[in-house]
């Protein structure tokens, strides 16, 4: 596959087991340049191409192999798909006439006379029109040369029923008065005075309703990804020449200003232009309390305006936005394939076949050691019935797809199935400082005014020349000003002294606001008390800028990147987990042991370019760990990739994410722990769904070959070991954030 393939996500139709798919795959992946994963929970194909094939070339190979495929549609399946409702009505059908066949065999003393004929009646339309979809698929694959999981299930029904026929009219199971006792081990006796009307009507009824159940529950797990496409805003006030018009939503282009009035959605990932709110983005991240939000903050397509009017300069639309991506990264997780699906892939192709060889050895086994025609045909057809793997193939897509499901409702994005394996192994977590266990927005955080000033006069005319600068410093300043007073007085005669500090006039006092070696230059000097805070607030790792006026200096205000609410916490949640945490920045020494002090991490790496991240990763990996790291920016990228777990804050940039294999919707590390959690526990449930569909398997086939199950009853604990495996993994949806604020 050459860098120039394209992908392409198609709608698969026909499928009804896992073998299916597995044919599918087969057949795309032989053609030219093509590279396919076939899903049988997702009922969908990724396929990606090389130049000189086109959609429809794949189309036409899916028609070739018995089944039929198309694009995605924009409108999802629900209850009202035809298919879906043709599948309840044969349902439906098969329990209202199976049940009186089932009774009648069951129960003796219900046996009137003419009770088998009033069988065969109820029980043809069960075997011919409800069970159509096993033999219609049984057809098209035998067409194909190609035994699948459904060929078992047509074969059974009808042997279990064509053997009845012919004890009806040719043998003596049709004389009126005929009774015989229902047995759920197998009998020596004479075949042509039994019937198994009940078997073929029964195991119609239980695998139609292990089907509609299986059907039913895949919607469920995908309800999750559905509600993400949904979330988003129909229409958008857009402002052009000063005038409102309100257009849709597709027709909004990047640097459009749009206008988002309170209680409305944003209509698309943006930075707030004018106005102060509140928004609510609990559907995506699963934060509860609304963030405030200002000029020069971004804000995320689809989240809800709580508070005040905003103006909103459109950076992202269409396909590049986070919802829009966030439904993609689903999806495609959804899509792909873990080792151990692999796996149960293989196991189903050869699976099938040797049934079939099974099934003839013990009709041969049974007939040879005496045991009679019927015992032997009705051991046989237990045995193809028992051995139906539906549930091997649904163990690990049903897991993934509940899993990424409930992790995209907590903000959690998990980009392949083969991250769930190396969750596991994980020993080791690096955690970049900046924007991950820091907020990566530095804050005002404390004021030293010299004696006998205001400090609130200090914060007012130092903001008020720093108001005109850009620098990171200057802003916290000025939001801490703006927090604590309001609206400021402005400066003129502004001057900007690159690194050092800046100078300007307000209410006619020569205000300078910087270094003290700047403040020197004017021959002010910081007084011992000033000089004591500033070096106490540089050796904490934190900034210091002295503010002097009218030939005095009247105080030190101090700015820091403050460690995110609850960063502590969850990096012990994470040592809980079994791993080790490691600051890595390329902040000052100081300023890193602070932070690691504050959050319970003893191994810390400061003052470390991108690429000594990058060697920062291979000497832990050197040391036989297995490294996770989380990180946000360009200069996390790199590092992330080589990790054998990249985790990227969905706040940061796109290097970042694209250098991951989870992402985090929300932006503390709390969100980690989730993804930990959520990918160990997904990868637990397809473990025991492979673990009791393979149990299931190999102790049921020996009691059917020794004729201890009766083929109805085969048929129903073979339905239902499916049914358990969607049962188990919809056990995730429960899943609940360890973040204190989310639980619930």
């Known amino acids: 596959m050459t860098l120039t393939a394209t992908p392409y996500d198609l709608e698969i139709e026909g499928m009804t087991c896992a073998s299916c798919a ?17 899903n049988y929970a997702t009922e969908k194909a990724h396929v990606e191409v090389a130049p000189g094939l086109d959609v429809d070339d794949l189309i036409a190979e899916v028609a070739r192999t018995g089944y039929s495929a198309a694009l995605p549609r924009t409108e999802t399946p629900d209850r009202t798909d035809p298919a879906y409702r043709l599948l309840r009505l044969r349902l439906i059908v098969a329990v209202a006439l199976a049940v009186p066949v089932i009774a009648l065999a069951m129960a003796e003393p219900l046996q009137f006379p003419g009770w088998q004929w009033a069988s065969l009646i109820l029980a043809t339309p069960v075997v011919t029109w409800a069970a159509w979809p096993f033999h219609r698929a049984t057809v098209l694959n035998a067409r194909h040369r190609a035994v699948t999981m459904d060929t078992l299930i047509s074969v059974g029904v009808s042997a279990a029923y064509l053997w009845s026929l012919y004890a009806l009219f040719f043998g003596t199971a049709g004389m009126w008065g005929m009774t015989h006792p229902f047995r759920f081990a197998i009998e020596r006796g004479d075949g042509l005075g039994s019937i198994y009307l009940e078997v073929a009507a029964g195991v119609t009824m239980f695998l139609l309703l292990g089907r509609f159940l299986e059907q039913r529950s895949k919607r469920r797990a995908g309800a999750a990804l559905r509600a993400l496409g949904q979330l988003g805003a129909k229409d958008v006030a857009i402002v052009r020449d000063g005038r409102e018009e309100r257009v849709p939503l ?7 200003v749009f206008v988002v009035r309170p209680g409305e959605k944003i209509a698309t990932d943006g930075v707030v232009a004018d106005g102060a709110s509140a928004v609510d983005a609990s559907m995506l991240t699963g934060e509860s309390v609304p963030v405030e939000v200002r000029p020069g903050d971004a ?8 508070g005040g009017r905003l103006r909103v300069t459109a950076t992202r639309i269409g396909a590049d936005t986070q919802l829009a991506r966030m439904a993609a990264m689903v999806e495609e997780a959804q899509s792909g394939k873990a080792d151990a ?21 013990t009709l041969v086994a049974w007939l040879l050691a005496g045991g009679g025609t019927a015992a032997a045909f009705t051991a046989a057809v237990a045995v193809l019935i028992i051995a139906c793997p539906c549930a091997l193939g649904l163990a690990t897509p049903m897991a993934l797809l509940v899993g990424t499901g409930r992790g995209a409702q907590l903000g959690v994005l998990i980009k392949g199935p083969e991250v769930l394996e190396s969750t596991r192994r994980v020993d080791t977590i690096v955690l970049d ?22 400090p609130m006069e200090v914060l007012r005319l130092a903001a008020a020349v720093e108001d005109a600068s850009e620098h990171p410093i200057a802003q916290a300043v000025v939001r801490g000003a703006t927090e604590r007073i309001g609206e400021l007085p402005t400066a003129t005669d502004f001057r900007s002294i690159r690194g050092r500090g800046v100078t300007g006039v307000v209410d006619s006092h020569a205000v300078i606001a910087g270094r003290p070696s700047l403040l020197a230059e004017w021959g002010l000097h910081l007084d011992s008390a000033l000089a004591a805070a500033f070096e106490a607030a540089e050796n904490d790792g934190r900034t210091a800028v002295a503010v002097a006026w009218d030939g005095r200096v009247r105080g030190i205000l101090v700015v820091a990147d403050q460690v995110r609410a609850g960063s502590a916490e969850a990096i012990a949640a994470l040592r809980g987990l079994g791993l080790r945490p490691v600051l890595l920045t390329g902040d000052n020494e100081r300023a890193a042991l602070q932070v690691a002090e504050g ?39 790199a590092a992330l990739a080589q990790t054998d777990l990249g985790i990227a804050m969905g706040s940061g940039t796109d290097a970042a ?3 991951s294999d989870l992402t985090l919707v929300r932006a503390d590390l709390w969100g980690a722990v989730d993804a930990i959690r959520l990918a160990r526990r997904t990868l637990g449930t397809i473990r025991g769904n492979l673990f009791w569909a ?39 949806r429960r899943f609940r954030s360890a973040a204190p604020a989310l639980r619930s």
Request: proline fraction near 3%; avoid cysteine; hydrophobic fraction near 55%.
């Open 433 to 454: 400082k900046t924007g991950t266990v820091t907020s990566g927005r530095m804050t005002l955080i404390d004021i030293t005014p010299a004696a006998d000033e205001d």
């Open 341 to 361: 699906q692999r796996l149960a892939d293989r196991l189903s192709s050869v699976f099938v076949p040797l049934v079939f060889v099974a099934a003839a050895v």
């Open 657 to 659: 994410i694209e250098a």
């Open 694 to 732: 393979l149990a299931y398997n190999v102790a049921a086939i020996p009691l059917a070959a020794l004729g201890l199950l009766n083929p109805m009853l085969a048929g129903a604990a073979m339905a239902f070991s499916s049914v358990f495996v969607v049962l188990n993994s919809l056990r995730l």
């Open 599 to 637: 959050v319970g991490i003893d191994r810390v790496r400061a003052g470390v370019l991108p690429e000594g991240k990058v060697a920062e990763i291979v000497a832990l990996q050197g040391e036989g760990r297995v490294v996770a790291m989380v990180g946000d920016g360009v200069n996390d990228a």
């Open 22 to 38: 597995a044919r599918i795959e087969k057949r795309l992946n032989r053609m030219e340049g093509v590279s396919a994963s076939v």
């Open 250 to 256: 597709d027709r909004l282009v990047v640097g459009d």
């Open 299 to 306: 804000v995320i397509g689809a989240t809800v305006n709580v």
